[in-house]
């Protein structure tokens, strides 16, 4: 997948050395404490490198998953991900749904970098030809759910359809 641009940003495909701002990231409560059922933060630096591993397979035309990087210095900053989205009740099985999602590192929050970079990775979605992109939040991100708002995505309300919990629902549709 190639990189992309934006303004300010480059999301550009995962490094091995990038093991450690994985860890760095994904070992902290704070980002971690919406993400799953239950909030869980990595306790080894392995993780992050099969976590890194599992993401270079995600081979697919459209779906992929970027760093985030400040266009003058390409130490990420955060995760951009656009992949299938499983579905309830099925052991992880794919929902037929994409997902958009972000994670950012705390110390890049409140810098419209997780909007900039999505907006950006929407436009290639629709461009590439898919019709609906949605996006699910812990009902308590409220600052996720901005962001889904920020690029112009609708609120559909609550879900049970994915990761077996309840999720806020936001959905774009390519115009």
Known sequence: MRALE????????????????????YS????????GTTASVMQERDEAVKLLERWSELAHPIH??????LKDDERPVGVLLL???????TDGAPSGDTEIGWHLHPDAWGNGYASEAARRVLDVAFEAGLDRVVAVTNPENVASQA????????????????YDTVCELFEARRS
């Open 83 to 89: 992949k299938p989205i499983p579905a309830s009740g």
């Open 64 to 69: 992929h998953i970027w760093a985030i990087t």
């Open 147 to 162: 962001v889904c708002r920020r690029i112009g995505m609708t609120h559909l309300g609550q879900t049970e359809l994915y």
């Open 6 to 25: 934006t303004e300010r940003l480059l999301l550009r495909t995962w490094r091995p050395g990038d093991a450690d701002f994985i860890f760095d990231l």
């Open 28 to 35: 902290r409560i704070e980002v971690r404490r919406y993400l």
